[in-house]
Protein backbone atom coordinates (compact mmCIF):
# COMPACT_ATOMS: atom_id res chain seq x y z
CA UNK A 1 0.00 0.00 0.00
CA UNK A 2 1.64 3.08 -1.10
CA UNK A 3 -0.69 5.45 0.99
CA UNK A 4 -2.78 5.25 3.68
CA UNK A 5 -5.17 7.67 5.23
CA UNK A 6 -6.78 7.90 8.88
CA UNK A 7 -8.06 10.24 11.75
CA UNK A 8 -11.52 10.58 10.50
CA UNK A 9 -14.30 11.00 12.92
CA UNK A 10 -17.36 12.54 14.03
CA UNK A 11 -17.18 15.75 15.82
CA UNK A 12 -19.18 18.57 17.13
CA UNK A 13 -18.78 22.13 15.27
CA UNK A 14 -16.13 24.32 16.38
CA UNK A 15 -13.98 20.99 17.20
CA UNK A 16 -10.74 19.64 15.46
CA UNK A 17 -9.22 16.40 13.86
CA UNK A 18 -5.87 15.81 12.68
CA UNK A 19 -6.29 13.44 9.55
CA UNK A 20 -3.01 11.39 8.19
CA UNK A 21 -1.64 9.98 5.47
CA UNK A 22 1.38 7.65 5.85
CA UNK A 23 3.16 6.62 2.80
CA UNK A 24 6.01 4.48 1.21
CA UNK A 25 9.88 6.22 2.01
CA UNK A 26 9.92 6.21 -1.69
CA UNK A 27 6.88 7.99 -2.48
CA UNK A 28 6.87 10.53 0.02
CA UNK A 29 10.14 11.30 -1.09
CA UNK A 30 9.48 12.32 -4.50
CA UNK A 31 5.49 13.02 -4.25
CA UNK A 32 3.28 16.34 -3.79
CA UNK A 33 1.17 14.95 -1.14
CA UNK A 34 -2.93 16.46 -1.57
CA UNK A 35 -5.98 15.94 0.23
CA UNK A 36 -9.17 15.86 -1.37
CA UNK A 37 -12.41 15.53 -0.15
CA UNK A 38 -15.97 14.52 -1.59
CA UNK A 39 -19.30 15.70 0.37
CA UNK A 40 -22.10 13.30 0.33
CA UNK A 41 -23.68 13.72 -3.31
CA UNK A 42 -20.27 16.30 -4.82
CA UNK A 43 -17.57 15.66 -6.98
CA UNK A 44 -14.20 15.35 -5.37
CA UNK A 45 -12.41 18.55 -4.50
CA UNK A 46 -8.99 19.57 -3.81
CA UNK A 47 -8.36 21.07 -0.08
CA UNK A 48 -5.12 21.50 0.12
CA UNK A 49 -1.53 20.31 -0.86
CA UNK A 50 2.31 20.46 -0.28
CA UNK A 51 4.70 19.91 -2.27
CA UNK A 52 8.37 18.04 -1.62
CA UNK A 53 9.95 21.91 -0.96
CA UNK A 54 7.34 22.75 1.70
CA UNK A 55 5.08 24.47 -0.66
CA UNK A 56 1.73 24.84 0.21
CA UNK A 57 -1.95 25.80 -1.39
CA UNK A 58 -5.30 25.68 0.42
CA UNK A 59 -9.08 25.55 -0.72
CA UNK A 60 -10.42 28.95 -0.01
CA UNK A 61 -13.16 27.44 2.18
CA UNK A 62 -10.53 25.91 4.39
CA UNK A 63 -8.12 29.05 4.59
CA UNK A 64 -6.92 30.43 8.06
CA UNK A 65 -8.45 26.75 9.46
CA UNK A 66 -6.80 23.79 7.97
CA UNK A 67 -2.94 23.50 7.85
CA UNK A 68 -0.95 20.69 6.41
CA UNK A 69 2.39 19.80 7.38
CA UNK A 70 5.00 16.91 6.08
CA UNK A 71 7.05 14.83 8.81
CA UNK A 72 9.94 13.43 7.18
CA UNK A 73 10.71 11.35 9.51
CA UNK A 74 7.51 9.73 9.43
CA UNK A 75 7.12 9.85 5.52
CA UNK A 76 3.22 11.05 6.71
CA UNK A 77 1.32 13.98 5.74
CA UNK A 78 -0.98 15.62 7.97
CA UNK A 79 -3.77 18.10 8.04
CA UNK A 80 -4.78 19.49 10.91
CA UNK A 81 -8.71 20.72 10.83
CA UNK A 82 -9.93 23.31 13.09
CA UNK A 83 -12.73 25.20 13.74
CA UNK A 84 -14.78 22.56 11.89
CA UNK A 85 -17.88 23.47 9.97
CA UNK A 86 -20.90 21.17 8.98
CA UNK A 87 -20.16 21.94 5.22
CA UNK A 88 -16.85 20.10 6.00
CA UNK A 89 -18.60 16.44 6.44
CA UNK A 90 -16.66 14.59 3.77
CA UNK A 91 -14.97 11.44 3.04
CA UNK A 92 -11.26 12.69 2.78
CA UNK A 93 -8.61 11.23 0.72
CA UNK A 94 -4.84 11.40 0.26
CA UNK A 95 -3.82 11.68 -3.09
CA UNK A 96 0.50 11.97 -4.21
CA UNK A 97 1.75 12.33 -7.65
CA UNK A 98 5.67 13.10 -8.59
CA UNK A 99 4.68 15.49 -10.90
CA UNK A 100 5.85 19.06 -9.98
CA UNK A 101 3.19 21.00 -12.24
CA UNK A 102 1.42 22.95 -9.55
CA UNK A 103 -1.09 23.90 -12.20
CA UNK A 104 -2.32 20.28 -12.51
CA UNK A 105 -3.04 19.71 -8.79
CA UNK A 106 -6.77 20.62 -8.77
CA UNK A 107 -7.28 17.52 -11.15
CA UNK A 108 -7.97 14.24 -9.47
CA UNK A 109 -6.76 12.48 -12.40
CA UNK A 110 -3.01 13.79 -12.49
CA UNK A 111 -2.88 11.99 -9.06
CA UNK A 112 -1.27 8.14 -9.48
CA UNK A 113 -1.68 7.26 -6.03
CA UNK A 114 -4.39 7.45 -3.85
CA UNK A 115 -5.36 6.46 -0.54
CA UNK A 116 -8.57 4.69 1.17
CA UNK A 117 -11.06 7.89 2.28
CA UNK A 118 -11.59 8.51 5.99
CA UNK A 119 -15.02 10.30 7.07
CA UNK A 120 -15.26 12.93 8.38
CA UNK A 121 -18.68 14.19 9.74
CA UNK A 122 -19.16 17.89 11.77
CA UNK A 123 -23.00 18.31 13.03
CA UNK A 124 -24.13 21.75 14.24
Known amino acids: VQLQASGGGAVQAGGSLRLSCAASRSLFNIATISWYRQPPGKPRELVAY???????NYEDSVKGRFSISRDNANNTVYLQMNSLKPEDTAVYYC???????????????????WGQGTLVTVSS
Open 50 to 56: ITTGGTT
Open 95 to 113: AATPSGILSTLRIPSSYEH
